[in-house]
């Protein structure tokens, strides 16, 4: 998978979790904050999954993928 938008699988059921992967896909393709219980990371929402979140991060002139789970996430709003 490049950068490229496929958002993820942005289904929904009713299992607890739901409710932020709803939220956080509002998010995909826009510039967010995300703040972990370890970090805080800056970047393009690129993809929504079942456990993760991935980033696309600029630093130093070169881009990343950041995969952060899910459960790890305190907070994700956008910049």
Do not use: H, K, S, Y
């Not at 929904?12 to 967010?32: H, M, P, Q, S």
């Not at 881009?63 to 789970?69: D, N, S």
């Amino acid at each position: 998978m490049g950068f490229g938008f496929d958002g993820g699988d942005c289904r929904f059921g009713r299992r607890r979790g739901d409710t932020f992967r709803r939220e956080a896909c509002a998010l995909i393709n826009e510039r967010v904050q995300v703040d972990t219980v370890n970090q805080t990371f800056r970047g393009r929402l690129v993809e929504v999954g079942r456990d993760v979140i991935v980033l696309r991060v600029r630093r130093n002139n070169c881009t990343f993928r950041v995969v952060i789970r899910i459960a790890e996430i305190v907070a994700i709003f956008p910049i």
